[in-house]
T-cell receptor, first 115, second 112 residues
């Protein structure tokens, strides 16, 4: 069974600083990987996804993530954080089987942005 | 505008009452999902459905029930058997097979 670990429960960065959110996964085959963002009281919005090919993927809102198979990681990065990026971020790993495409989510990382 | 709608946004229930949460999608997706989210926790899968008239239990199905009579709709009933139902409930849908899930705005259920 697959699993996802987001080691950092909370992260605080200053506006304009760079950001890296960590995600480690466990999965026996090549995973499908996702990053979602959730504002308080809202649903989840997809930031980016990795299925295959180029290991550096670009997403919306200036985010990118890099798939590193050797480290079982899929860390999310942004070069310059804006106050509106304050939210909770979830990493997820997907598996396709006879039951369809199932996602397993990490526990989330709450990002706070200092002015 | 294609998307997923959930209603109501806020729901209050007395202990011992069943309550049904609505989820509708117009994305023509075959698969639909229900998740529960508790403060400071990730998402836990309650039920999912890959096709009409078929659904499967997720990790925390006890105290919940669903139906899938139409492709567009996947209502969730929180029964009185659910011991701790106060939570944020999220519905999602996806194309069958590999692919991302699209989420609705959520329903916050509070048991009084």
């Amino acid at each position: 069974a697959q699993s996802v670990t987001q080691p950092d429960i909370h992260i605080t960065v200053s506006e304009g600083a760079s950001l890296e959110l960590r995600c480690n996964y466990s999965y026996g085959a090549t995973p499908y990987l996702f990053w979602y963002v959730q504002s308080p009281g809202q649903g989840l919005q997809l930031l980016l996804k990795y299925f295959s090919g180029d290991t550096l993927v670009q997403g919306i809102k200036g985010f990118e993530a890099e798939f590193k198979r050797s480290q079982s990681s899929f860390n999310l990065r942004k070069p310059s954080v804006h106050w509106s990026d304050a939210a909770e971020y979830f990493c997820a790993v997907g598996a396709t089987n006879n039951a369809g495409n199932m996602l397993t989510f990490g526990g989330g990382t709450r990002l706070m942005v200092k002015p | 505008d294609g998307g997923i709608t959930q209603s109501p946004k806020y729901l209050f229930r007395k202990e011992g009452q069943n309550v049904t949460l609505s989820c509708e999608q117009n994305l023509n997706h075959d698969a639909m999902y229900w998740y529960r989210q508790d403060p400071g926790q990730g998402l836990r899968l309650i039920y999912y459905s890959q096709i009409v008239n078929d659904f499967q239990k997720g990790d925390i199905a006890e105290g919940y029930s669903v139906s899938r009579e139409k492709k567009e709709s996947f209502p969730l009933t929180v029964t009185s058997a659910q011991k701790n139902p106060t939570a944020f409930y999220l519905c999602a849908s996806s194309i069958r097979g590999r692919g991302e899930q699209f989420f609705g705005p959520g329903t916050r259920l509070t048991v009084l």
